[in-house]
């Protein structure tokens, strides 16, 4: 079976012109417009995220024209099957795709793109230097016009949509999916090179892995036609993160999982810090009280997400931790009636006028999460406020 060594414009389709890009994305002329003509300090709200080396990311948050536009966009193009076909090598943004017979599922997540490396001996680890901040606006403009195939001015028009100060932000929704497509045209033949020399190639996002089965690998074969294909992109290396690591010296990991065995394993020690997690919830539980506290569901929900990691690696302690859990589940308080009844008062209110926006979406599934914690002690208030939010569900798209 041959491999896919590029995305693929799959649909013959192209948009002609901005008309046709409102009716590919379901939104007005004045939308877009509206969109294009908000000030610098209308687009995007900032704020800042710690990252784990302790320094901070820069995070914008779209206004909800923006995001209601780069949502179509992901949704109606970048996303669909029936007009991108992704490459084997691309993980993390990237939609879980149908293999060649159409039966089964191929995950795109991280614990798939460590499973390519798995029984490697050496390992390449590149890191792009500031990736979002030095993709330029013409390397969208490109994705849009020459792999996309877009008339010129509806490519202008996206780019003008996807990007703030010439460049795609973290926090604008497309950013990822641009980001995975700015090398379109010149990552399959890096890719097909290594393969030659026996060599998995993987990009997660902004984190190029390389991995050989031998052991010592030396690298600076691989490592130098991937430093040319960044610099003709003007991506730069971040050479303090570029790394080779080799067996014989220490555990070989990517992203977050060990990758010297037939399937992807959690680091020494994760699954017992996992159950030590449990074990704390359990602890929390037994204080009288406690589990009706919004601090108990936060901790029940974060243990909760480590758990369902173990499932992902096929781990056997997966069901018998997740049974302990539900055992412990958040209870509600009777405020949480009073809070509930609060959140559908005002989607009645903006039913007519909001219904279609992103934040009356998330209110909406917000308020009918909290009830499937309501009606573990309160059945019948959460009966009668599940019935009265019918005819209320969003037409967010």
Request: charged letters at 30%; proline letters at 4%; glycine letters at 4%.
């Amino acid at each position: 079976m041959a491999t896919q060594l590029a995305p693929k414009k799959v649909s013959k389709r192209s948009i002609a012109s901005i008309e046709n890009l409102c009716s590919a994305l379901d939104i007005s002329l004045s939308e877009i417009y509206s969109a294009l003509s908000l000030s610098d300090e209308e687009k995007y709200k900032v704020s800042t995220r710690a990252k784990s080396d302790g320094t901070d990311r820069i995070v914008h948050n779209p206004h909800f024209l923006l995001r209601k536009i780069q949502r179509r966009i992901n949704k109606r193009i970048f996303s669909k099957p029936s007009v991108i076909k992704w490459p084997d090598h691309l993980f993390g943004s990237v939609p879980n795709q149908l293999d060649q017979s159409m039966t089964h599922i191929i995950n795109k997540d991280y614990v798939s793109c460590a499973a390519k490396h798995c029984g490697a001996k050496s390992i390449l680890k590149v890191d792009i230097k500031d990736f979002f901040d030095n993709i330029h606006e013409d390397l969208v403009l490109d994705i849009f016009r020459n792999f996309l195939k877009f008339d010129q001015e509806v490519s202008e028009t996206l780019t003008n949509i996807c990007c703030f100060h010439s460049r795609p932000v973290q926090g604008a929704l497309t950013s990822s999916y641009l980001a995975s497509l700015c090398l379109y045209d010149v990552e399959g033949s890096v890719v097909e090179k290594l393969s030659r020399k026996g060599l998995t190639y993987t990009r997660l996002v902004d984190d190029i892995t390389v991995s050989s089965k031998s052991n010592n690998y030396d690298f600076s074969y691989a490592l130098d036609i991937i430093k040319g294909m960044l610099t003709a992109k003007e991506l730069p290396l971040n050479v303090a993160k570029t790394k080779s690591i080799y067996i014989s010296s220490e555990p070989l990991s990517v992203h977050g999982l060990r990758v010297s065995f037939p399937q992807p394993r959690l680091p020494s020690g994760e699954v017992s810090r996992i159950r030590a997690a449990v074990k704390n919830i359990e602890s929390l539980a037994s204080e009288r009280g406690y589990r009706t506290t919004h601090a108990y569901r936060h901790d029940f929900n974060r243990c909760m997400g480590r758990v369902n990691k173990l499932v992902r690696v096929g781990h056997n302690r997966h069901q018998p931790l997740l049974d302990r859990l539900r055992k412990v589940f958040p209870l509600p308080s009777k405020k949480d009636i009073d809070r509930a009844r609060a959140m559908l008062k005002r989607l009645m209110r903006d039913k007519d006028s909001k219904r279609d926006t992103y934040w009356y979406a998330k209110r909406y599934y917000k308020l009918q999460e909290r009830l499937i914690v309501l009606e573990r002690s309160f059945p019948a208030s959460a009966k009668e406020i599940r019935a009265s939010l019918k005819g209320l569900k969003p037409s967010y798209d």
